[in-house]
């Protein structure tokens, strides 16, 4: 089998199967240490990657157009290499079963061209036993090859955080798992000349796609806590920010706070431990009530926001209400799964349609995913109501005259949501405005 010093050597090369947040920031890391090739069926996104663009933001243009990595869209290519690191999405379905179909579709083109002597490490979060149950099986189908002979499977879960320029790939340390021994040892070898955080070696795959399904499941539940009080808070008269900032004065409470989740980790991993464990006969019980609060939160602000418009004697049909970001998260340009979505289609229901301004999202993305048209910050006027819904860096430093300057000059009350608060509650807490935040 492939090993670490095969690579080192340039005796044989490295494929990334998946180009997106996760997968292009691990090749270009390699790329430092051995020969990558960067594969995705996304020809638009190659072609951005070969004149040094990066339309993630993960690493920057001048990272991409620096990198030796061997960006294509020819699965051919992939027959040069032998150690392969599959990274591509595992979304779910509407009904929040998992949709495999990525993974899957990986391991088909992987498998028509995987040569003997290949180790494949999957990074895609999945429940476990998809590495073993179903890749490997397609990998046979489609190579003609027999998995523990002619080559062998890894699995070592992401922890990339798309955005977070603190917790990268190299101080954050890797899960890594394989088949057997030898196949662990090398999986480990090879991140371990990137990884500065080191390696934890778990003792098997179906350990690590437990660990990393139940990282996310995690914060989820936390999260979800967090959204529930906000709801009970509200309704005492209480302002959430602050019990949280007194609570956090004690040494073990967790720092978590309310907000959207949505993405494509946190909002869809904890639907593939619990499809798993209900395939098996366990119904989840804390799981799935988290979720259940999570995916309400877009309902519930909408909600409130037209619940304010009243109150400011703001007639909601055709209301003017600007929304301040539409990504999943504070700065990333990824909007797929944003929950901020959700807000925006109750509105449309109630007979308003929001003007949506994010200088950071992938305009063209959302335009494609959601048949939003962002616009610039100077149409972003005369409004009724602001809903800042995402916490950018560029949203965290508007002054006060900056979001006075929004609304209408004639509204009594101005409507303004901050989310994640953001902004100083005393500056806004006047007859002028109705303040509001999760």
């Known amino acids: 089998m492939v090993t670490c010093g095969d690579l080192l050597s340039r005796k044989a090369k490295l494929s990334l199967i998946g180009l997106g947040y996760v997968g292009m920031p691990i090749a270009v890391a390699f790329a430092n240490k051995v020969n990558v090739i960067g594969f995705d069926l996304n020809e638009q996104k190659i072609n951005l990657y070969k004149k040094g663009i990066d339309p993630t933001n993960e690493v920057g243009n001048e990272v991409i157009a620096a990198t030796n990595v061997e960006f294509t869209a020819d699965e051919n290519k992939l027959r040069e290499a032998r150690f392969h690191i599959v990274a591509v999405p595992t979304p779910v379905n509407d009904d929040h079963t998992p949709d495999l179909s990525p993974v899957q579709g990986a391991c088909e083109i992987l498998g028509r061209n995987l040569q003997e002597g290949s180790i494949i490490v999957f990074e895609s979060t999945v429940y476990p036993g998809v590495t073993e149950d179903i890749c490997v099986p397609i990998l046979e189908k489609f190579s003609g090859l027999k998995c523990g002979k002619d080559f062998k499977v890894g699995y070592s879960p992401e922890r990339i955080n798309p955005g ?17 021994l030898e196949t662990l040892n090398s999986v480990a070898d090879v991140y371990s000349l990137v990884v500065q955080a080191g390696v934890h070696r778990a003792e098997s795959i179906k350990v690590a796609e437990a660990a990393k399904v139940i990282e996310n499941s995690q914060r989820d539940i936390n999260i979800a806590f967090m959204n529930e009080l906000s709801i009970i808070f509200h309704r005492m008269g209480i302002d959430t920010k ?16 309310p907000g959207l989740v949505g ?45 304010k418009l009243i109150e400011a004697d703001i007639p909601v049909k055709k209301a003017r209400v600007g929304i301040f970001g539409v990504t999943f ?23 308003i349609k929001p003007i949506v301004y994010d200088p950071v999202a992938d305009g063209m993305e959302a335009k494609r995913l959601y048949g939003i048209e962002l616009v610039d910050k100077l149409s972003v006027n005369n409004c009724d109501a602001v809903v800042v819904a995402v916490g950018h860096e560029i949203f965290k430093n508007m002054a006060k005259k900056e979001v006075d300057a929004l609304f209408s000059a004639s509204s009594y009350k101005k409507v303004l949501f901050d989310l994640k608060g953001l902004f100083d509650k005393s500056s806004y807490n006047s007859d002028e405005f109705i303040y509001w935040r999760l």
């Not at 602050?242 to 706070?257: H, I, R």
Request: net charge neutral; hydrophobic share 35%.
């Open 242 to 257: 602050s019990v949280l900032e007194a609570a956090g004065t004690k040494w073990n409470f967790l720092p978590f706070t």
């Open 329 to 351: 998260k504070e700065n990333c340009p990824d909007t797929r799964n944003s929950k901020v979505i959700d807000i925006y289609s109750e509105l449309v229901g109630y007979g």
């Open 263 to 307: 993405g494509h980790c946190i909002g869809v991993d904890p639907y593939y431990l619990t499809y798993k464990a209900e395939e098996l006969g366990y119904h989840s019980q804390i799981i799935l009530s988290g979720r259940r609060i999570n995916d309400d939160m877009g309902k519930y602000v909408a909600d409130n926001l037209v619940k």
């Open 164 to 180: 977070d320029k603190k917790h990268r790939l190299e101080n954050i340390v890797k899960i890594v798992s394989g088949m057997d």
